[in-house]
Structure formats: structure tokens, C-alpha cells
């Protein structure tokens, strides 16, 4: 089933519905919030994408490699940039870039390979799954949504939405306001 959440974001909304279906009281907090401006598809898709993310907060979800074939995988991109190169430089690769004008873009492609390679080894080097940097990130776009909407953060209403479709079965009101307290200064 988490295969299939994944793949489709209408998919984990409908599946969020269901489990706030069998919590009463969530159902009418959703309620409370779309009264009071928020959009019902907005939030349902944030926790939707709550339940999708929960192991992209890992090296695999992350990077799309674990750490070795992360480094694995820069070292052959950087490789590709060198071969590209090579054959831009010989008269074949020159024949063909001119016959199509259309490849004239593989002039810049080694060099953009390795920018990326680089960019993407300074993101590997600063991002942890520790950080929790997925989930934090959709956190903060529905509490964003929430106070944009209604002009408060409504702290329990939502934690106990992320209660609800979460395995953080004991998340309350105070550890969302800590959370939010500490990832979203400015909403103080």
C-alpha cells in the first residue's frame, strides 16, 4: 500500500480521508479549519504527502542512493563528463553536433554535468536524514497554509490532523507548538 501512496498524491489524500474517517474528532477539526478558510484539498493533500514522505527522509530518499552509491554515482557522472568531452572534441562529435543543430548543446554538457555533480555533492555533504528535512518541509507548507488562511496557526487543530494520519500517535498540541516554535520563528 505505501508503494502505491507514493506513486499517486490523489491516492494518500484518499487514504487520508479514510483514517480521519475513523477519528471522529479529527474529521470535525478538518472541518473547523475549512469553516475558517483553509482549503480541505490543500490540508488533505499536505498530510497526504506526510504519509508518502516517511521514508524520504533517509539516504535513499534523500539523495536516491545510499551514501556509498552516492559517491558511486558522482564519480560516473563526472566520468560521463569527461567522456562527452572527448567526444566533442574529436571530429566525429563535431560532424554530428553540426549535421543536427539541435545537439549544439552538447558543447556545454560535460560542464553542466559537472555542475550538478558538485551542486549535488554540497547537498549529500549539508543534508542528513537526521534533519528530517521532508517532513519538516511539509509541516511547514500546511501550518503556513493554515496561518495565511485563517491568520493563527491553530497549533491543536493541526496537530491533531498530523495525530491522526501519522504514527506520531502522541504528538499534541505542545510538541506542535514547540515544532513550529523552532522551525517557523517568524509565526510566533
Known amino acids: ?27 470535525k477539526t478538518l472541518a473547523r479549519l475549512v469553516d475558517k478558510g483553509c482549503s480541505r484539498e490543500r490540508i488533505l493533500f499536505d498530510l497526504g504527502n506526510l504519509l508518502r514522505d516517511t521514508d524520504l527522509d533517509t539516504w535513499k530518499g534523500l539523495l536516491g542512493f545510499n551514501g556509498k552509491q552516492t559517491q558511486a554515482a558522482l564519480r560516473r557522472m563526472r566520468k560521463t563528463a569527461d567522456e562527452l568531452e572527448r567526444i566533442n572534441a574529436s571530429l566525429m562529435g563535431e ?18 554535468i559537472r555542475l550538478f555533480a558538485k551542486l549535488w555533492e554540497k547537498v549529500a555533504r549539508g543534508v542528513t536524514p537526521r534533519k528530517r528535512i521532508l517532513l ?17 496557526p491553530h497549533d491543536r487543530e493541526v496537530s491533531a490532523l498530523i495525530a491522526a494520519v501519522t504514527p506520531q500517535s502522541t504528538y499534541d498540541e505542545v510538541a506542535h507548538r514547540m515544532w513550529r516554535l523552532k522551525h517557523m520563528p517568524s509565526s510566533r
Not at 480521508?17 to 471522529?24: A, N, Q, V
Not at 519538516?136 to 493563527?152: A, E, P
Open 136 to 152: 519538516n518541509t511539509v509541516k511547514r507548507r500546511l501550518v503556513q497554509h493554515v496561518i495565511d488562511s485563517t491568520g493563527r
Open 1 to 27: 500500500m505505501h508503494d502505491l501512496l507514493k506513486q499517486s498524491p490523489r491516492l494518500a489524500m484518499m487514504f487520508v480521508e479514510m483514517l480521519l474517517r475513523r477519528t471522529p474528532q479529527a474529521q
Open 95 to 112: 560532424a554530428v553536433r553540426y549535421s543536427h543543430p539541435k545537439l549544439q548543446f552538447a558543447v556545454t554538457l560535460p560542464d553542466a
